[in-house]
């Protein structure tokens, strides 16, 4: 089988893929650009779905006491050493953050 990937993909997939001796293509389709942008204003929480949208917001932003909403582990590993204000989704999708922002918020 085929699967497709950017330049920043995490090692998982092939690595079990090979231990588990299947063979497969890897197609990369995409490379990460880091877009920051400045906030003005500072938000009382902030989504992130990437370690790589962590990075970019970081570049022009810093994080006090914002919570921190995460898509994954991956993701809140890469805000582990700013904050410890980070809510976790339970699984890793875009509905389980909003969950989780709603019911922080409501």
């Known amino acids: 089988f085929t699967f497709f990937s950017g330049n920043l993909r995490r090692e998982t997939l092939p690595q079990a893929l090979k231990e588990a ?3 497969f293509n890897e197609i990369q389709v995409y490379d ?3 877009t920051p942008q400045k906030i003005k204003t500072a938000p009382d929480a902030i989504l992130f779905f990437s370690p790589s949208g962590v990075e970019s917001y970081l570049k022009e932003n810093i994080i006090k006491k914002e919570k921190c ?3 994954g582990e991956t993701t809140a590993d890469a805000l582990e050493k700013i904050t410890k204000n980070i809510i976790i ?3 890793p999708t875009v ?3 909003i969950e989780d ?3 922080e918020y409501k």
């Open 69 to 71: 909403f995460c898509i």
């Open 89 to 91: 989704a339970d699984q």
């Open 101 to 103: 922002v709603i019911e």
């Open 95 to 97: 509905e389980d953050v």
């Open 21 to 23: 001796d299947v063979k």
């Open 32 to 34: 990460t650009s880091l």
